[in-house]
């Protein structure tokens, strides 16, 4: 049973960086399309990047474009979200999922499995 496990976030001001990781056990992190959604308190889960399972192709929602990197190191198991020029608006618990699709996918419920989350909060 494949199993995702965060870890990256914290605190930081805004501007700053993070770099959020995902772990994939239990299965080849290859075989799946990886995304990172967030969700702040009293707001819907929204979808942050996704990625490809070789790793050449991205998607991003608008707000993070230029300040947000999803990438992958499949020998690693591990997929990241680089997060650069952060702002207040980008606080929220962070998740990694999981989705057995062919292709990129957007939607949350096109993921499969998903991690616990990670703390993102991004002081002003």
């Known amino acids: 049973q494949v199993q995702l496990v965060e870890s990256g976030g914290g605190l930081v001001q805004a501007g700053g960086s993070l770099r959020l990781s995902c772990v994939v056990s239990g299965s080849t992190s290859s075989s799946y399309v990886m995304g990172w959604f967030r969700q702040a308190p009293v707001k819907e889960r929204e979808f942050v990047a996704a990625?490809?399972?070789?790793?050449?192709?991205?998607y991003y929602t608008d707000s993070v474009k230029g300040r947000f990197t999803i990438s992958r190191d499949n020998a690693k198991n591990t997929v990241y979200l680089q997060m650069i020029d952060v702002k207040p608006k980008d606080t929220a618990v962070y998740s990694c999922a999981a989705s057995n699709s062919p292709v990129i996918v957007t939607v949350p419920r096109a993921y499969d499995t998903w991690g616990q989350g990670t703390q993102v909060t991004v002081s002003s």
């Open positions: 990625i490809s399972r070789g790793g050449r192709g991205t």
